[in-house]
């Protein structure tokens, strides 16, 4: 079997920021090869891509468009049909010359399986498993408030859903709104889960880089909670400072500090405006965007705890990362709710956000034991069943 796990074009692989789905791509690639699978990464060309060991095919791209792209706007949406246009036949030239090997595609963005499907005959799948994992987040709002949405913006992602092989969903909601409103084949429907990196997130070892992060943001002596994610209203950076205003200005050696690319300048000049009418700036911190792996470790080793306070996710990766790194985390309960496996181990590393949120936190970051109880049930539970391996081994299962 031949897997070729294929790159959105979003920005190339390994990612310089944080970009999930790239992540997923490397991650996967790279336990795949531990289990000893054929696999070879498809992905944007980029003369500056970060070194890798990892076996990657090509796929070319005009210079005017570069590999590493955080717009959304008309050249961004261009720039994503040319590359599924320009891969979709660097994948017909790889099918040919994989003769008679059972093929396997696995895609991770609606643009490019989409343009494949338009572009390929059928007589070139003969012997080709089309995979799609379905990573986007608008399929956990209510039905009556998406709808329109989608059939305007994911009218692609419906259609590869409806045709692809296997379809590998996070969660049951998506599978439940995949089949009641698309029609798509539940028995092509597969749940996986998005691993974690449980070697590069883990806070033994990094005394040295700890000490450096925190003189680096001046937070000797502070407590720190963090939060990672894009700068945008999805993801509730503001309405985390709001739960942690009465901590923050009853104690001023508390700081709030965050990460992630920004979506959304405006909305990072109010969390700015918040802050300074508060008298909080100096407990507020932007640590800017941070390269996943070692460097983004490194912050969640230097904090005492997470949050993770977004409005939607479709699986929430840096719960699992966050957890990996013996950090434990606040959780609201929109995402608890919505991402069932977090309910099963609350206690574990995992805390739901309530009305006692500032006692809970509080607790914490004062009881020694419970804390430390916290870290190893967290850490414990992510080795155990969220792996990159335990990932992997899932994929193989539904590829075969």
């Not at 079997?1 to 790239?22: H, L, Q």
């Not at 791209?61 to 891969?87: A, E, N, W």
């Not at 595609?105 to 080709?128: E, I």
């Not at 918040?274 to 080793?301: C, M, R």
Request: aromatic share 12%.
């Amino acid at each position: 079997m031949k897997i070729f796990e294929i790159g959105t074009g979003y920005t190339s692989i390994p990612p310089r920021m944080g970009a999930a789905t790239e992540l997923v791509v490397q991650e996967l690639t790279t336990s795949f090869l531990k289990l000893k699978q054929d696999v070879t990464i498809v992905d944007i060309k980029d003369k500056n891509r970060l070194q890798t060991d990892l076996p990657i095919e090509e796929v070319y791209m005009p210079q005017f468009f570069s590999s590493t792209d955080t717009s959304l706007g008309i050249v961004h949406k261009l720039k994503r049909v040319l590359y599924s246009i320009s891969l979709t036949y660097k994948l017909h030239r790889l099918i040919k010359k994989e003769k008679g090997k059972k093929i396997v595609l696995h895609f991770h963005n609606q643009y490019n399986l989409f343009f494949f499907y338009k572009l390929t005959p059928k007589r070139l799948l003969k012997n080709v498993t089309i995979a799609y994992t379905v990573h986007s987040y608008i399929w956990f709002g209510k039905w009556e408030d998406i709808k329109d949405t989608a059939s305007k913006r994911y009218f692609q992602e419906i259609y590869c859903c409806q045709h692809a092989d296997k379809v590998c969903v996070l969660n049951e909601i998506v599978s439940k709104m995949l089949v009641d409103h698309y029609d798509v084949n539940p028995n092509n429907i597969v749940k996986v889960i998005n691993g974690v990196n449980t070697d590069v997130y883990n806070s033994d070892n990094t005394a040295v880089e700890i000490g450096d992060v925190r003189r680096k943001y001046n937070l000797d002596g502070k407590k720190v909670m963090f939060q990672v994610g894009s700068v945008c209203d999805r993801k509730n950076q503001l309405g985390s400072i709001q739960l942690l205003l009465p901590l923050l200005k009853e104690d001023n050696s508390f700081v709030y500090m965050f990460a992630g690319g920004i979506i959304d300048q405006a909305y990072l000049d109010n969390i700015y405006s918040f802050a300074k009418e508060n008298n909080i700036d100096g407990q507020v911190i932007y640590a800017g965007e941070v390269t996943p792996g070692k460097e983004l470790n490194f912050l969640y080793s230097t904090a005492d705890c997470t949050i993770m306070n977004s409005k939607s996710e479709a699986f929430a990766l840096v719960i699992a990362e966050s957890l990996s790194a013996k950090r434990p985390i606040f959780i609201n309960p929109t995402i608890m709710s919505s991402l069932a496996f977090l309910g099963k181990k609350e206690g574990h590393g995992i805390i739901r956000i309530k009305d006692s949120f500032i006692a809970d936190l509080k607790r914490l970051l004062t009881d020694k034991e419970y804390y430390k109880d916290m870290q190893e049930k967290g850490r414990q539970f992510i080795v155990d069943e969220f792996s990159w391996d335990v990932a992997a081994r899932q994929y193989l299962k539904t590829f075969e």
